[in-house]
């Protein structure tokens, strides 16, 4: 009974050293910054394989730094309530049991664990800002997004959405048999066209959907297509992009 004891104290230890990050001191002379940036994005992963991704923070003292509108408030602390979409069997961890920073400090937080499940997922770190108006503390909500996890062979690497963008990818699996996934990248919502047309260049489908930020997914029915090339299209009415699907039973 000792030994098990022993043991579970070792392995508990063991996994809370492991979640545990240590900020990078390169960033100490940053005014305010999150590294990886979105362009940089976060590394990816593949199902069955430990994954390990650290994420650094230097909190500013002007909020206006990480929004506009809350230009000249001075930041108390930021605190970094959740981080959205995580992939199945990873979770995320503070060099602090609070998840919270104060102004002009450094922070970070590991996203690990074992991945159980491919995809792309779009993910957005949730933070409360928390400053002084008129000497009363007062939160202001705020998203880091635009940063994508790649689990598997998926296509999409970068995710930029302080852009214009409408970006489509390569459909999953293709050739197709009975159904697969196209996905694309908006980086707003809005109106977005669907349209599959034959090499004849008859219409096969056409729908409209609203588009959320970031990345989105279309789930497509092939199993009763005729076998064959098909060129699906997005398009907003200001940008248009075309892909080819292959469908054979």
Request: glycine share 6%; net charge negative; aromatic share 10%.
């Amino acid at each position: 009974m000792k030994n098990l004891i022993i043991l579970l104290f070792l392995i508990l230890t063991t996994g809370i050293a492991q979640a545990q990050c240590v900020p990078d001191i390169i960033y100490a002379d940053s005014t305010f910054g999150v590294w990886p940036t979105p362009q940089t994005n976060f590394a990816s992963g593949e199902v069955g394989v430990p994954y390990d991704e650290v994420v650094n923070f230097k909190v500013p003292r002007d909020a206006g730094d990480v929004d506009p509108a809350a230009a000249g408030n001075y930041i108390d602390s930021i605190v970094l309530s959740s981080i959205t979409n995580i992939p199945p069997g990873l979770s995320f961890a503070c060099d602090n049991p609070t998840c919270s920073w104060n102004y002009d400090s450094l922070g970070c937080a590991s996203i690990s664990g074992v991945p159980t499940a491919n995809g792309t997922y779009q993910i957005s770190l949730d933070a409360t800002i928390w400053t002084q108006i008129f000497f009363t503390p007062f939160p202001i909500p705020y998203s880091f997004d635009g940063y994508v996890i790649n689990i598997g062979n998926t296509g999409i690497n970068i995710i930029n959405l302080d852009e214009a963008v409408l970006e489509l990818q390569n459909a999953i699996p293709n050739p197709s048999n009975e159904t697969t996934k196209i996905q694309f990248i908006s980086n707003d919502s809005e109106t977005i066209s669907f349209e599959i047309i034959n090499l004849l260049g008859e219409t096969i489908s056409f729908s409209k959907m609203t588009s959320q930020r970031g990345v989105n997914d279309i789930h497509l029915n092939t199993s009763e297509f005729s076998e064959g090339i098909y060129i699906y299209s997005i398009s907003n009415g200001r940008i248009k992009s075309s892909k080819r699907l292959v469908v054979n039973h």
